[in-house]
């Protein structure tokens, strides 16, 4: 009889108890999206069969997306991972040999000693992003030990660094409407935000808003959701939504249809945020965003005669050079219209603020004030743009040779034969190639999780429902198994598995519904908010976190010119704005290795008339940073001058190699250092 150990700590099964039938398990999906999912796990002999929506979480509603029901695909995938390895070739080829756990951790350990007595800690970087992890597995153990060794910090910034800084000068990151109560709305605008590619349960209160007469309005450069659900598309230009924004707010100040009296009781800079979007009369911001400037006007008196209306902010209009002062113009117009008050009004942005939790990062941690290193310039960080310079790199969370800006530096970068790379991963991914050690990390399938949410407000837990395939471990673990290496055996890295949960669970200060334990989380699974009548009203049960709980409207944080725009400095030889929105395919680059392989270039059939293009055909995309080579369809849904390629894409899922990352710049916005990934500007050629 073959034994194997939950990593909970707490349940132990056999595999022959499983194999005479198939059982349904508990799980959390914590992959990048705001819904946080609830999930029924089929099982039968110790393996995945399906997974399905549950209804333990209400939001889920049984029913998930295309893309997690087929996760058992990268779960026992030929791309798996599944023991600790070496490199043996050239960095690139992806040439690995097998090796134990106890080796792999020994050469790690070693050689972050050695670089920590040569060259310092901060020659050392973490590079992680955690959109796809809970409180165990990111932020938790692996903080302590990069502290702990004084290491360089990064930037977290790839997605949510302008979107983060506008609604934290703003509001304080106030809990947004729920997605329960856009029912309710009679106006809902949907501003650089897709709900079919994520946000999937956003969709059907949408269409039971729209069922009770309220009208939805889009502002994206595609035409999203089709027609029957959207009353009003504003096809912008990509960087212009700050310019558009102001416009709104000029025409409904101009039209006597602000709220002063709440603005007077409720916010500060509120004249001096008027006064600015002055500048933008809806005439002067529809030539920058190439629209009318009629749909400017009927964009904002649609939202002022609606009662209640809604903004869903989402991250598309962040990815620019004006992402902050797009955020902050977007997110200052229920304050200005006067739309707080009422279930289904206010605006929706992130809400992982609510969860107040204490920074686990720095609880017990050692002090530090090493350098911050911005994620988005890797590629310059490893080609000499920083002293001392990178001589470890430990990845994990993260697929960065596949979903960072200019991405053939980046790539130059890790093929230093001088730079150790330590990976931990799932599956083989791009990254992989590059990587010195790749050690085995555990799905959401295989370990212990508390999941949190930045849309929906409760905290779940999940266990293992199958058992690590191979040698996998899951993060914790491993950084535990590192850090006892290289002489910490106190803290964190002595703590048990239960341990662990019980200390994670103590940082979470509500508002829960009840005291929280890991019993009580065992027990139940999901504990919901004590929000009176369970979901959040902006300005009746919730207020801004700013310490006069006002609205801080033109605030110094955000610069001192807080809404400035940025012109689009032009590029005659790559007229095109590249896009690189979500699909349905992938969440960021996991699992697009089987979902992702065949990549098309979209176009618009007038963009594609004028270079002679055809429907299918084999293109060059191109600038000074790269070039990729692939399919283009056309898609009467782009606005002209704008073309798509879609972010998370695989190098193998184009005829070059080649990434839509290659085409863009590495620079950042003001401020806020977000990526700038929609400032990429292409020429589109046929590939001879």
Not at 72 to 100: A, I, Q
Not at 375 to 384: E, P
Not at 442 to 448: I, N, S
Not at 561 to 573: F, N, S
């Amino acid at each position: 009889m073959t034994w194997w150990l939950l990593w909970s700590g707490d349940c132990v099964k056999t595999e022959n108890e499983s194999k005479s039938h198939s059982e349904l398990r508990h799980s959390v999906c914590p992959m990048d999206c705001p819904d946080r999912c609830s999930l029924e796990v089929e099982v039968r002999d110790g393996r995945v069969e399906s997974l399905r929506g549950s209804r333990l979480h209400p939001l889920t509603s049984d029913y998930i997306c295309s893309k997690v029901s087929r996760f058992s695909r990268r779960l026992y995938g030929p791309e798996r991972v599944l023991h600790p390895m070496r490199r043996t070739g050239p960095k690139g080829s992806g040439k690995l040999v097998t090796v134990s756990w106890e080796e792999a951790i020994g050469e790690v350990a070693g050689r972050l000693k050695d670089i920590l007595r040569e060259h310092g800690g901060e020659a050392i970087l973490p590079f992680a992003y955690g959109g796809s992890n809970g409180m165990l597995t990111h932020e938790f153990v692996d903080a302590h030990f990069f502290r702990r060794l004084g290491a360089s910090r990064l930037a977290r910034t790839l997605c949510a660094a302008s979107a983060t800084a506008g609604a934290e000068a703003l509001y304080g990151k106030m809990p947004g409407t729920a997605f329960e109560d856009y029912a309710e709305s009679r106006f809902i605008l949907l501003w650089g935000a897709n709900p079919t590619q994520s946000n999937i349960h956003l969709v059907p209160y949408l269409k039971e808003a729209k069922r009770r007469g309220a009208r939805i309005a889009a502002v994206d450069p595609r035409r999203i959701l089709g027609d029957h659900l959207v009353d009003q598309h504003l096809q912008i230009y990509p960087g212009t939504d700050v310019a558009v924004a102001l416009a709104v707010i000029h025409h409904l100040d101009r039209c006597g249809l602000t709220d002063r009296v709440f603005l007077r009781a409720h916010s500060t800079g509120w004249e001096e945020l008027l006064e600015y979007a002055s500048r933008f009369p809806p005439e002067r911001a529809a030539r920058l965003a190439r629209i009318e400037a009629s749909e400017i006007e009927r964009l904002a008196e649609s939202y002022a005669g609606a009662d209640p209306a809604v903004v869903r902010c989402g991250w598309g209009l962040e990815r620019n050079r004006n992402g902050l002062a797009a955020i902050a113009a977007v997110l200052a117009l229920p304050a200005v219209a006067g739309k707080f008050g009422k279930a289904g009004g206010g605006y929706t942005l992130s809400s992982s603020k609510a969860f107040q939790v204490d920074d686990l990062e720095l609880a017990g941690a050692p002090d530090t004030s090493t350098r911050i290193l911005n994620m988005n310039q890797l590629g310059r960080n490893l080609t000499g743009g920083v002293t001392p310079a990178i001589r470890g790199l430990v990845i994990y969370n993260c697929n960065p040779a596949a979903t960072v800006p200019d991405h053939n530096r980046v790539i130059r970068g890790l093929q230093r034969e001088d730079l150790f790379t330590v990976l931990l991963e799932q599956v083989m991914t791009d990254t992989a190639d590059y990587a010195d050690i790749v050690l085995p990390a555990t799905t959401f399938l295989e370990h212990t999780e508390l999941n949190k949410s930045y849309g929906a407000y409760a905290l779940q837990l999940s266990e293992p429902a199958v058992a690590p395939q191979g040698e996998a471990r899951s993060n914790a673990e491993i950084f535990q198994l590192l850090g006892r290496a290289m002489g910490m055996n106190d803290g964190l890295f002595a703590l048990t598995p239960g341990q662990l949960l019980q200390h994670a669970l103590k940082s979470v200060k509500g508002p829960m519904e009840t005291a929280l334990s890991p019993e009580l989380m065992r027990e139940r699974k999901i504990v919901h908010f004590d929000f009176p009548g369970r979901r959040p009203v902006q300005f009746s049960t919730v207020f801004p976190f700013t310490p006069d709980e006002k609205i801080r409207l033109y605030h110094s944080s955000l610069g001192e010119e807080p809404y400035r725009y940025l012109e689009d400095p032009g590029d005659a030889r790559h007229p095109l704005a590249l896009i690189s929105p979500a699909s349905g395919k992938s969440i960021s680059s996991t699992m697009a290795e089987y979902n992702l392989l065949d990549v098309k270039l979209g176009i618009h059939p007038h963009d594609a008339a004028e270079r002679g293009l055809r429907d299918g055909e084999r293109v060059r995309v191109f600038n000074d940073l790269g070039e990729v080579h692939c399919k283009a369809r056309f898609d009467e849904r782009l606005r002209p001058g704008v073309v798509s390629l879609p972010k998370g894409m695989w190098r193998k899922a184009t005829l070059n190699g080649s990434l839509v990352n290659a085409l863009v710049p590495d620079t950042v916005t003001p401020i806020s250092g977000g990526a700038c990934f929609n400032d990429a500007r292409v020429q589109i050629a046929p590939l001879t």
